[in-house]
């Protein structure tokens, strides 16, 4: 079939929206809609070129929701008309990854998800000219239509709004799954969130969930603070405006320490902040922001030594087709937020336009229709 697409033709270069060609789903896949799919900073950092997986041309985004069209023989657990959210950690359920209880990491699929293929090593896009266009994450989301493999789809109810439950698809699960699933933050805790962007917030929403006493948001940015706010900050650092360094400044904010700090930037220097404002003795540094191809963490053993910890998360820790539609759940009965930070909405002749909100520090999600 043909389908719209925005492809991602050179890295660095604004995206091409055109017609494409789809295969349909061979065994164990799965056709789908997308309805809409919201705009990450990953996505920015792929097309960047900062990605060292990252592969071109390439149908990028990851954080979608839709219906399934068709399906491919052997698929059990789906059928035509059933609302999904795609996952780019997918949840097999038998690999030794799935099967370990301390990750969400499931390998079944990855060696091919890296190489912007499906699992039998080929890709379903391909231009009217008929060269091959590659997969990104295992979704490409940024297509009016693709391809899954049947594990890498949760599937949700049906009354809930593609426009939003999109966002579950990375952002809130993320930035939620990261506190309750990877920190596991206790009633009570401070904490420190660096990054106040579509992942960071959801941290806030988490935070705030689990019951933290003291929640401090840092960005450069002070058009965050209203959101963050409403989410649940408690206090505001705006690193430009603190005099000397800023490690000292948190610990004292945070009397002696954060239980658990977040970094939601991407930025190597913020993670060493981030470690180092945790608290002496037991203090958590989570990371979740993805840095460029070549930047290396760093700091003294003896912030190690002296019983702080370094740790990271992808997707929250969560396993997607058994806690997405949970999530789903959560937002349908007002336990969570998202429509107040999808900021933007657009349709995909507009996507480069989100892409410009997001470089500007205007949105905090911007959400294609299709
Ligand atoms: P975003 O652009 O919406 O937000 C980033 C925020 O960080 C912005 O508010 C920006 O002002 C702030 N910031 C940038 N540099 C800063 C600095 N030096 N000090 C303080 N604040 C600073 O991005 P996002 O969509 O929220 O994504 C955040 C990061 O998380 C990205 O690196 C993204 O790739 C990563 N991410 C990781 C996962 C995962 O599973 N680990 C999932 C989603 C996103
Ligand atoms: N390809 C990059 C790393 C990108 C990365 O860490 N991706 C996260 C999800 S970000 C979603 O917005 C992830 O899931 N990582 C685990 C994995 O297996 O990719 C690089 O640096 O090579
Ligand atoms: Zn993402």
Known sequence: MRTRAAVAVQAGKPLEVMDVNLEGPKAGEVLVEIKATGICHTDEFTLSGADPEGLFPAILGHEGAGVVVDVGPGVTSLKPGDHVIPLYTPECRECEYCLHPKTNLCQAIR???????MPDGTSRFSTLDGDPILHYMGCSTFANHTVLPEIALAKVREDAPFDKICYIGCGVTTG???????????IGSRAIVFGLGGIGLN??????LAGADQIVGVDLNPSKVEMATRFGMTDFVNPSEVEGDLVP???NLTKGGADYTFDATGNVGVMRT???SAHKGWGESIIIGVAPAGAEISTRPFQLVTGRSWRGTAFGGARGRTDVPKIVDWYMDGKIEIDPMITHTMGLDDINHGFDLMHKGESIRSVVVY
């Open 111 to 117: 060696e091919t998800q890296g190489r912007g293929l």
């Open 203 to 208: 941290v806030i929403q988490g935070l705030r």
């Open 249 to 251: 400044y948190l610990v």
């Open 176 to 186: 939620i799954g990261a506190v309750i699933n990877t920190a596991k933050v206790e």
């Open 274 to 276: 981030a470690l180092e």
